[in-house]
């Protein structure tokens, strides 16, 4: 079964570089989220989107915005990073959540970023 | 706001031996639960969720979990440990509401279960 595809896998950066991370959902899922885990950190939310537009938002920093385009896929632009930056930044996406039920979250295999 | 809490970030059992990771959660509703199982270097997968339904819960690989609503607990447990087990295991937390939405998890801090051979 097809999964969420994240790219790149690995991404090395300098400080006060920008950074674009992407994502493609599950065939059919219209809702994407956004996680960033550092070293030894659980995951935290930063936002989702559903039909393109912003669902829910978390402790995603000013310097970093998202969007989803009409295909779905969705990018994560990072800017001015920093040391603190470096983290795995996780994709999900699921079906919308309709009233009363929930739609599991699929989680991608992850975009390393390191900020040297 | 939403809150899980882990009890022990490192669990240590043999193989063989029943394994219980503890989850609790903190809110006046019971939001939807789920664990999560991460191996070194990999991605978020699934083990099992309470959405609705019969508060046991049986996952993938054995796994299950009993929401307990008196407790605000979800916790995980294996009748027999196997080395194949060693991962870091996350309890999360997602609101649950009468209308739509893409609300993100909030997880916990993650325990670390070691197996002994």
């Known amino acids: 079964a097809a999964g969420v595809i994240q790219s790149p896998r690995h991404l090395i950066k300098e400080k006060r570089e920008t950074a674009t991370l992407k994502c493609y959902p599950i065939p059919r899922h219209d809702t994407v989220y956004w996680y960033q885990q550092g070293p030894g950190q659980d995951p935290q939310f930063l936002i989702s989107?559903?039909?393109?537009?912003?669902?829910d938002k978390g402790s995603i920093p000013d310097r970093f915005s998202a969007q989803q385009f009409s295909d779905y896929h969705s990018e994560l632009n990072m800017s001015s990073l920093e040391l603190g930056d470096s983290a795995l930044y996780f994709c999900a996406s699921s079906l919308e959540r309709t009233s009363g039920l929930y739609n599991e979250q699929f989680f991608g295999p992850g975009t390393r970023l390191t900020v040297l | 706001a939403q809150s899980v809490t882990q009890l022990g970030s490192h669990v240590s059992v043999s193989e063989g031996a029943l394994v219980l990771l503890r989850c609790n959660y903190s809110s006046s509703v019971p939001p939807y639960l789920f664990w999560y199982v991460q191996y070194p270097n990999q991605g978020l997968q699934l083990l099992l969720k309470y959405t609705t339904g019969a508060t046991l819960v049986k996952g993938i690989n054995g796994f299950e979990a009993e929401f307990k609503k008196s407790e605000t607990s979800f916790h995980l447990t294996k009748p027999s440990a196997h080395m194949s087990d060693a991962a870091e295991y996350f309890c999360a937390v997602s609101d649950r509401h009468s209308g739509g939405g893409a609300d993100g998890l909030t997880f916990g801090k993650g325990t670390h279960l070691i197996i002994q051979p």
């Open positions: 989107f559903y039909e393109k537009m912003q669902s």
